[in-house]
């Protein structure tokens, strides 16, 4: 028998016509690439977004086709994100800090067809644009298009004076909203193709109390940039409950990060570590303090024990981690206490803290080994980590729908972890970062971790050498905070207790810079090819 409610196709628009309509003076605020912070509000941004689609619309744009971006966090890449989907055609936010052949590779393969871009990005697209023959016109998102040797125009005149009343939606839910590219630590990009429902069904799992809570009452500061992970969703979730959005620009320095938490009040926030750890760093040396921040949500990357308290006893902020994967649209755990978790005094509910977390309605996790066979969760065992749900990609864009999971319609995350009966899952590596020693595992993560505590540390990596007898040891490498000189010593000593004996590095190296990657995480690859023709210590006890 079916069922005799209205049909309301989950399509995407519909979330800014609603923020426009009952949110409409909330405010979204910009540091704009002009330089100052600009004002606007759901009502202007979704007038401004109808013009986009008009705009759009004229060029040839078509349901379906990819209208790249490539830009930081502002209300003008907003615009331009809900134009297009509002159209049926499909947003690809493309990452400027990727590797050029990267970038190259992944327009040609989503074939974009128009560009939009911050003016920042004119020097790179010079280099890029003569090998993407697919891109026919580029608008800079900036009042004034800067100087370039390809045709180009400027979004404010091309804006000026369009229609606002191009309809929106009316199209199947299951059609295709966004693309985004995975980073490619291994092998070629590959892209993720959300759809209309499934972007809005994950708005409205992030929105619960147990993960992001946001509300009309948040003052929320997007740091993940729009063309990472799907910007966690907030792109949806902020406009769908009504809370005021501060877009961060370019600028992602602690003291321009600082300095809008506190002038636009902002409750919530979102980022990788390392921006809260140089959000941190920015606080200690200038004595600074966060007075309406009250949480942030930190995942993309294993939260550090020191961030958590750091945050709690210094500022009063609680740290609460998510994991997920641009695959997972990406939210899919969060590390929000349970009730019995809830029960215990705060320094027995952090190593919950410290973990991934639960699940969120709506998904399936399971664990397995290598045969595909499944494994206990028991909280010790650990195995291939594997999702499943409308907000999981079952393919990668270009291949077969399905071909991307197992015969329980299972998508391979490449994490490796455990999960205890409660339902708490620890993430131990991602399967390519394990460090295998002697037959048995170290988790790098847990490591890099603890020794980032160290208060003379501002960055650690553990990487994992091979070794003629252990296969692999783990070595440290550490960035130390500015100014300082530390001895190995020092840092074997801390990590003393904390560890497994036989997880204890064999050796630390103290290097200026742990590089990040493009998306704000400690780059590996990079380090490993640094890390060439690097032998471990001599180990007399070993013959080599
Ligand atoms: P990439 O890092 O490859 O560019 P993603 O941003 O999609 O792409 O990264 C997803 C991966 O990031 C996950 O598979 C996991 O390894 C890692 N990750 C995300 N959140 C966390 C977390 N809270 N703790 C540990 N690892 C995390």
Same mark, same amino acid.
């Given at each position: 028998?079916?069922?005799?409610?209205?049909?309301?196709?989950?399509?995407?628009?519909?979330?800014?016509?609603?923020?426009?309509?009952?949110?409409?003076?909330?405010?979204?605020?910009?540091?704009?690439?002009?330089?100052?912070?600009?004002?606007?509000?759901?009502?202007?941004?979704?007038?401004?977004?109808?013009?986009?689609?008009?705009?759009?619309?004229?060029?040839?744009?078509?349901?379906?086709?990819?209208?790249?971006?490539?830009?930081?966090?502002?209300?003008?890449?907003?615009?331009?994100?809900?134009?297009?989907?509002?159209?049926?055609?499909?947003?690809?936010?493309?990452?400027?800090?990727?590797?050029?052949?990267?970038?190259?590779?992944?327009?040609?393969?989503?074939?974009?067809?128009?560009?939009?871009?911050?003016?920042?990005?004119?020097?790179?697209?010079?280099?890029?644009?003569?090998?993407?023959?697919?891109?026919?016109?580029?608008?800079?998102?900036?009042?004034?298009? %800067?100087?370039?040797?390809?045709?180009?125009?400027?979004?404010?005149?091309?804006?000026?004076?369009?229609?606002?009343?191009?309809?929106?939606?009316?199209?199947?839910?299951?059609?295709?909203?966004?693309?985004?590219?995975?980073?490619?630590?291994?092998?070629?990009?590959?892209?993720?193709?959300?759809?209309?429902?499934?972007?809005?069904?994950?708005?409205?799992?992030?929105?619960?109390?147990?993960?992001?809570?946001?509300?009309?009452?948040?003052?929320?500061?997007?740091?993940? %940039?729009?063309?990472?992970?799907?910007?966690?969703?907030?792109?949806?979730?902020?406009?769908?409950?009504?809370?005021?959005?501060?877009?961060?620009?370019?600028?992602?320095?602690?003291?321009?990060?600082?300095?809008?938490?506190?002038?636009?009040?902002?409750?919530?926030?979102?980022?990788?570590?390392?921006?809260?750890?140089?959000?941190?760093?920015?606080?200690?040396?200038?004595?600074?303090?966060?007075?309406?921040?009250?949480?942030?949500?930190?995942?993309?990357?294993?939260?550090?024990?020191?961030?958590?308290?750091?945050?709690?006893?210094?500022?009063?902020?609680?740290?609460?981690?998510?994991?997920?994967?641009?695959?997972?649209?990406?939210?899919?755990?969060?590390?929000?206490?349970?009730?019995?978790?809830?029960?215990?005094?705060?320094?027995?509910?952090?190593?919950?803290?410290?973990?991934?977390?639960?699940?969120?309605?709506?998904?399936?996790?399971?664990?397995?080994?290598?045969?595909?066979?499944?494994? %206990?969760?028991?909280?010790?065992?650990?195995?291939?980590?594997?999702?499943?749900?409308?907000?999981?990609?079952?393919?990668?864009?270009?291949?077969?729908?399905?071909?991307?999971?197992?015969?329980?319609?299972?998508?391979?995350?490449?994490?490796?972890?455990?999960?205890?009966?409660?339902?708490?899952?620890?993430?131990?590596?991602?399967?390519?970062?394990?460090?295998?020693?002697?037959?048995?595992?170290?988790?790098?993560?847990?490591?890099?971790?603890?020794?980032?505590?160290?208060?003379?540390?501002?960055?650690?990596?553990?990487?994992?050498?091979?070794?003629?007898?252990?296969?692999?040891?783990?070595?440290?490498?550490?960035?130390?905070?500015?100014?300082?000189?530390?001895?190995?010593?020092?840092?074997?000593?801390?990590?003393?207790?904390?560890?497994?004996?036989?997880?204890?590095?064999?050796?630390?190296?103290?290097?200026?810079?742990?590089?990040?990657?493009?998306?704000?995480?400690?780059?590996?690859?990079?380090?490993?090819?640094?890390?060439?023709?690097?032998?471990?210590?001599?180990?007399?006890?070993?013959?080599?």
């Amino acid at each position: 028998m079916q069922a005799l409610m209205q049909d309301w196709s989950l399509t995407l628009d519909k979330i800014l016509d609603h923020a426009a309509r009952w949110h409409g003076d909330r405010e979204v605020v910009t540091r704009s690439v002009e330089g100052p912070v600009t004002r606007s509000t759901y009502a202007d941004l979704h007038r401004r977004a109808k013009q986009v689609s008009h705009g759009l619309l004229a060029m040839g744009i078509k349901p379906g086709d990819r209208v790249a971006t490539m830009g930081w966090n502002s209300d003008r890449h907003l615009e331009v994100w809900y134009g297009c989907i509002g159209i049926g055609a499909v947003l690809h936010t493309l990452n400027p800090r990727l590797f050029p052949e990267q970038i190259i590779y992944i327009a040609n393969h989503a074939q974009d067809t128009v560009l939009f871009a911050d003016p920042a990005c004119a020097p790179l697209l010079a280099e890029l644009l003569p090998q993407c023959p697919t891109i026919k016109r580029v608008v800079f998102m900036s009042d004034e298009a %800067p100087p370039t040797p390809f045709p180009a125009e400027a979004y404010e005149p091309w804006l000026s004076g369009r229609p606002a009343d191009t309809a929106w939606g009316g199209f199947d839910e299951t059609l295709a909203a966004g693309l985004c590219y995975t980073s490619g630590t291994t092998g070629n990009p590959k892209g993720v193709l959300y759809g209309h429902r499934s972007n809005y069904l994950h708005a409205m799992m992030t929105l619960q109390p147990d993960a992001l809570n946001l509300s009309a009452r948040d003052t929320v500061l997007l740091i993940v %940039p729009m063309y990472h992970a799907n910007a966690w969703g907030v792109m949806y979730s902020a406009p769908m409950v009504g809370a005021k959005l501060v877009l961060p620009g370019a600028k992602l320095d602690g003291a321009s990060l600082h300095e809008l938490m506190e002038t636009e009040g902002v409750t919530y926030s979102a980022g990788v570590p390392t921006i809260w750890q140089m959000l941190l760093t920015h606080l200690k040396d200038t004595g600074g303090k966060l007075t309406t921040l009250r949480r942030v949500t930190v995942g993309g990357a294993a939260c550090p024990e020191s961030l958590i308290r750091a945050l709690r006893d210094d500022y009063d902020v609680d740290v609460i981690q998510g994991w997920g994967m641009t695959e997972t649209s990406p939210l899919a755990t969060v590390s929000i206490p349970s009730p019995k978790v809830a029960a215990l005094p705060f320094e027995s509910q952090l190593p919950y803290k410290l973990k991934q977390g639960r699940l969120v309605c709506n998904l399936d996790l399971k664990l397995v080994d290598d045969a595909g066979q499944r494994l %206990p969760h028991d909280g010790k065992t650990f195995g291939k980590l594997m999702i499943k749900g409308p907000t999981v990609a079952s393919a990668y864009y270009g291949s077969e729908p399905g071909s991307a999971l197992d015969e329980e319609g299972f998508f391979d995350t490449g994490d490796v972890s455990t999960i205890d009966a409660d339902g708490w899952m620890q993430i131990t590596d991602r399967a390519k970062d394990v460090i295998k020693s002697g037959g048995e595992w170290i988790s790098s993560i847990d490591v890099e971790n603890i020794a980032v505590g160290h208060p003379k540390a501002a960055l650690c990596a553990v990487l994992g050498v091979v070794h003629p007898k252990w296969d692999e040891r783990p070595i440290l490498l550490v960035q130390l905070e500015p100014g300082q000189t530390a001895e190995k010593q020092e840092f074997l000593d801390y990590l003393d207790g904390k560890i497994a004996r036989w997880w204890t590095p064999d050796d630390v190296l103290f290097v200026d810079e742990i590089p990040l990657g493009p998306t704000g995480k400690i780059d590996k690859k990079l380090l490993r090819t640094r890390l060439t023709g690097y032998e471990l210590p001599f180990d007399p006890g070993l013959k080599r």
